[in-house]
């Protein structure tokens, strides 16, 4: 998916840069663009994003601050420096994979959601396409 976005990019901006009629045909490609981007179904995936991206992103950071809690705790307990050292350590290593976890669920979690909108958003430009078509032929 990735690849394909960038190829499309790499294709606009050739096309837009190797154009005779250059900065009007700019302005028009510009202008629809941002047609489509003001169109509800776009803006109905932008808004799920951002909800989403609120969501997830606490994910990590309790993680985080439970594991900083855990070790802070460990670091606090009676003993030499040494031995309070040594259980602090125990328990950042035993919290690793719970924060290598949550990272991971996270970062899936986002991804699915960027390529779910990406095609949402294809979809929506393909159907400002198919308008623009057909208000076009019509005049």
Do not use: C
Request: glycine fraction near 8%; proline fraction near 2%.
């Amino acid at each position: 998916m990735r690849g394909k976005v960038g190829l499309v990019i790499g294709l606009a901006a050739g096309y837009v840069l190797g154009t005779r009629a250059g900065r009007e045909r700019y302005e028009q490609i510009k202008a629809q663009a941002q047609k489509v981007w003001n169109l509800d179904p776009v803006q109905q995936q932008v808004e799920k994003v951002r909800e989403f991206a609120k969501s997830s992103a606490m994910a990590l950071p309790s993680t985080l601050w439970d594991t900083a809690v855990k070790v802070g705790k460990a670091a606090s307990t009676k003993g030499t420096p040494g031995e309070r050292l040594d259980a602090a350590l125990k328990v950042g290593q035993e919290q690793a994979d719970d924060v290598g976890a949550a990272a991971k669920t996270t970062s899936r979690a986002v991804k699915v959601a960027a390529e779910d909108v990406a095609e949402d958003v294809k979809d929506a430009v393909d159907e400002a396409k198919k308008a623009r078509r057909s208000t076009t032929d019509g005049k």
